[in-house]
């Protein structure tokens, strides 16, 4: 399961933007080309967290596509596919842009007593 390895270097910038807050959601950018599975990132990100601040944090996923461009007929498309192929000739070789990102885009807090807190710390 390739989602571990993400989860614990997002896990890494969560703890230090957190400072020692409880952490109650994230939200992460992922590019298409990860092939990413959200709910395994979800077990994943469980299993890494436990026990630090993040422990029990729901994650929200945001697919990025990617945009690429056709070889073969220049046609420019976008795909959220892990493996795209031109949707006018069905050539698989293309010039891909972006789709390869790993970002953590917002982290929302909860108080102490449990409830989710608003401040959403986003950049
Ligand atoms: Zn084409």
Redesign the pocket.
């Given at each position: 399961m390739h989602e571990f390895g993400y989860c614990e270097g997002v896990l890494d910038v969560i703890e230090r933007r957190a400072g020692g807050r409880r952490v109650a959601a994230v939200g992460v950018r992922v590019g298409a080309l990860h092939r990413v599975v959200p709910a395994a990132f979800q077990q994943s990100f469980h299993l890494v967290a436990a026990g630090g601040v993040a422990d029990g944090a729901v994650t929200v996923l945001t697919t990025v596509p990617a945009r690429a461009t056709?070889s073969?007929?220049g046609?420019p498309f976008e795909s959220v596919d892990s493996m795209p192929a031109?949707p006018?000739?069905a050539?698989v070789v293309l010039d891909l842009e972006g789709g390869d990102e790993l970002v953590l885009e917002w982290v929302e807090y909860s108080a102490d007593g449990g409830d989710p807190d608003v401040s959403r710390d986003s950049r």
């Open positions: 056709c073969a007929c046609t031109c006018s000739c050539n």
